[in-house]
């Protein structure tokens, strides 16, 4: 798959930093597997989605299914993550769940919105998607694999 590079366009903000961000970086290893991969798996959706967006009409019906994709595929990721929260006792869980629960009511009514015709989807409106994705991987989830991590060394 192609990761996104699309050139920066007048009214975009697209910064060289925020485009090489796309690429998968170790840096994003959590170190729990299953939770890695399904990052993996998000940031190659997500790319894939600013690749359209950077080329499609916007309003487009592929556009609308991407949006729904990565929407459904975050619920499962969230979901999985919360299965391992439980299991292992993590004491954020709380704040943690509130953070999902924030970011897929944000994600939802804009997918919503976009295909009721309401929105005009842009790397613009859609930049909080990645922002909020790297910023909740690198910090958020990056605690939750600090704890499954030194639980399993524990036993
Ligand atoms: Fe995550
Ligand atoms: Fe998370």
């Not at 929407?71 to 499962?76: F, N, P």
């Not at 998607?129 to 639980?151: E, M, Q, Y």
């Amino acid at each position: 798959m192609g990761f996104w590079r699309p050139e920066p366009t007048d009214g975009e903000n697209v910064t060289t930093d925020n485009r090489r961000a796309l690429v998968w970086s170790d840096d994003f290893l959590v170190g729990v597997p299953e939770i890695d991969e399904q990052h993996r798996r998000l940031l190659e959706l997500l790319a894939e989605f600013y690749e359209k967006l950077a080329e499609a009409e916007h309003g487009s019906e592929a556009l609308g299914a991407l949006v729904c994709g990565l929407l459904d595929y975050t619920r499962y990721h969230f979901t999985t993550e919360e299965r391992l929260m439980r299991q292992s006792g993590f004491p954020e869980s709380v704040q943690h769940r509130e953070q999902h629960a924030s970011f897929v009511a944000r994600a939802a009514d804009m997918a919503d919105r976009f295909t009721r015709g309401r929105l005009v989807l842009s790397l613009e409106a859609t930049g909080f998607l990645r922002d909020w994705l790297f910023n909740h991987i690198l910090v958020t989830d990056k605690a939750l694999g600090r704890h499954i991590l030194s639980r399993e060394a524990a036993q």
